[in-house]
């Protein structure tokens, strides 16, 4: 049934005629697991040495995920290059694995399950390398490799698939009371769409077969395993692995799929198929229940979505009520449950760490999220520990305290090379915010904070384009060095010093495109608010020069902070007068920051969309906005329909440099409004 779909080699002539024994595999597999945790744990050197010497394809996957966490962290491409060979020899290990298997089937040393077919845990060690390696290959700077990767994903796609209609056709038997061992691959010939496709042979996919059409999945959700660990349907460690491991896989596939910008939308005609963010998370959610390494995989990729993703977008689908309706929007008390419990298995990981205090700044608590990550305890994982320090970067940006920000991404440059131009950058324009701050009561001190934002901003542009991403410049390099070219070119037309051209306050300006507005108390937008104001006070003596581009910054980024304190009317109508009423040539040009018109379309969508009745009802807001609307003047269906107007435009707007950092919002905006009107849809 899986002879074809994999690019593995050929299995040897020793390895076709040796049968596997059941007992030795599940040594193997529990041996490589308890070894393969270890980096959870923050332990990598207990994972390598646990998992070297040893040659089964269990052994070989761990030592894969070991280095594909590190990768994955760290953005490193040596590390990257060694995660990728590291996932080949899995592959291959497993496609020989599985051969053998298949060729002992009848031997009563082979394990037999009743859910899976023979073999079944070795396909999904090829899933699992395919997936992995498609993300490396996604992140390479190589276009050609990024394209490769596309390709691995729809293997790993096929093959998760048909694991999971292999629960569908057991959970189908065990509910029709036939708990005779059912055959898998029958429920599969003869089925049109997705059987067809399955038959292809997908190691000799060429490029030019990506146009055959989209294929989607078949199987219900609620016809697969949801049973937890200690159902008795879970009789072998082998078969536990290869649930948690396929529901993993498969949700994190079609999670990452369903999050994918506009911008990116043509290269997902060579997957040939659809996310779909529901499904995933449960897949997800079931995954996290084992207490093995897929379950805690799943475990840290449900956190980081949450408290990450979900955190950064401003419209998502509203919660809805019932067991699984959490699902759709933010739900605190399961993740702080799934944190607990993660932390309680992994003691000493600082990974698990960093997500506590992503979940306070989730949850508006960013004095506390900061101070987490303020400690002397480091991790001997130095991506982790990269990590920690960003993400205490990015909180002590929110919530204003420019000296410790500004040291936390110098720290950030020395541990990580990933985006250096903009640690630089960030480090820089805190030390403008303090040099603004003391100008007029320490001129002195405020001199040597102008002198350290010059060095920074100087230093910043260099770094600049020595990565990559799937070929292209990272959005932020590009942002950079436009930026400071701005301000030099200004700086020489005003004849003033660059720290007196720089405009609008740029850490405001980074917050909003951080989107750390959402994470803040009233009283820290209070204060975002209060700092935007200098640019139209006496303090600045360069206002009046200002033209209608950088004013347009100034009222959008206030217009973000209204919405934030759910002052809406103040917030549409800035973005209607002082936005949508300049010509769109405002903002093009050399040295123009092009994105303000599309993401100001966004910011009116997000208006209208938390103006909604039922956001208001779950969310709260300030006493002047508790109240429900009234629906003979703003019915909720004419508010989602102009969020989706507005939201359409800047979805279908032309290129523009944050374009991919937005198109996730617009993306996961279009799919809330889209299932609002499918839940309304008698009503409209």
Known sequence: MFGGWFGGKKPSPNGSTQSLDASSELQDLEDAIKAAELILNDDVDGAEEGLSGRNSSFHLIGRAVVMFIRATLGFEQDIMRQAADRLNDAENKAYNDQQRAKNHSQSPDTYHSEIYEPGTEFVLIQAMAQLMCAVVGVLNESLTESIKGFYKLRKAYFALDAVLKMEEKFMQSRQAGVMNKPSPAASLKGEKGIAVNVSEDLSNLKVNDAGTGPVSSSTSTSELINHDPESDIFKNQIDVFVHSGANFCYGVLLLLISMVPPAFHR????????????????????????????????????????????????????????????????????????????????????????????????????????????????????????????????????????????????????????????????????????????????????????????????KAPKFAGTKKFMARQLPFDLFVVRKIAKWEARAKEWNVPLVDAVGVDPVEEMIFLWNGHSRMTQAQLEESMARLSWSESDANRTWAREGAEEKGIYQLLRAAVLRSMRRHEEAKEIIQTSIFTLDRSTFKGRHKDDWVYPVAHFEMAANLWMERPTYIAQHGGPASQKQKPDDSEHPEKELVRECKENLQKAAHWESYEQEARFGLKVTAALEAVAKWESQHSTTL
Request: aromatic letters at 10%; one cysteine or more; proline letters at 4%.
């Open 267 to 458: 290269l997902l005609s060579i997957v040939g198929f659809h996310g779909d963010k529901d499904r995933a998370l449960k897949l997800l959610w079931q995954a996290s229940k084992f207490h093995n390494l897929p379950g805690a995989i799943a475990a840290l990729t449900l956190l980081g979505y949450y408290n990450a993703f979900v955190r950064y977008c401003d419209i998502m689908p509203d919660a809805v009520p019932g067991k699984d309706g959490d699902i759709q929007g933010y739900p605190q008390e399961r993740l702080e449950a799934l944190l607990t419990r993660m932390r309680q298995r992994f003691p000493k990981s600082q990974l698990w760490l960093l997500e506590e205090s992503r979940m306070h700044g989730a949850n508006h608590r960013l004095d506390v999220a900061l101070q987490i990550l303020c400690t002397e305890e480091h991790s001997p994982l130095k991506q982790v520990e990269a990590l920690k320090v960003f993400e205490k970067s990015l909180n002590a940006l929110y919530i204003h305290k420019y000296k410790l920000c500004a040291e936390a991404f110098v720290e950030c440059a020395d541990l990580n090379s990933w985006s250096r131009s903009l640690y630089y950058y960030i480090a820089g324009t805190c030390h403008i915010s303090l040099y603004r701050e003391l100008a007029a009561t320490d001129p002195k001190k405020a001199d040597e904070h102008a002198q350290t934002a010059v060095n920074l901003l100087h």
